[in-house]
């Protein structure tokens, strides 16, 4: 359901509204499973439905795709900064942040936010892990 919040709060991002289609397209599956777990989104009360446009946020939908979308960039942030190259990068946070609960990612802020201030930090790690 995380994914399905992220790809719609970027799709609203994009164009005011998300469509099944473009859901199912981003996420690689089919309509059908995009269909169902809207469904399952609707009895949470995390989307509305527009006629004719397509699928917006509720409050607090957006609360949590705001939460999950920061919580991409933040692990994001700290890759990069070891010069992973993009794809990994992509592949472990999409794997990393279906685990890593609120306290270690405030955590992870804050030290990514003291390495982005100071690079010569980021260097000694970079030169520690390399061995
Ligand atoms: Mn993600």
Redesign the pocket.
Known sequence: ME?YL?QIFQLIQGKGYARVVDIAERLGISQASVTNMIKRMDTEGLVIHEKYRGLTLSERGEEVARY?VRR?EILKRLLDMFGIDGETVHRD??GM?HHISSPTLKALDGLVRLLESEPELVERARRLSEG
Do not use: L, R, Y
């Open positions: 994914d992220e999950i991409h946070v999409e942040e």
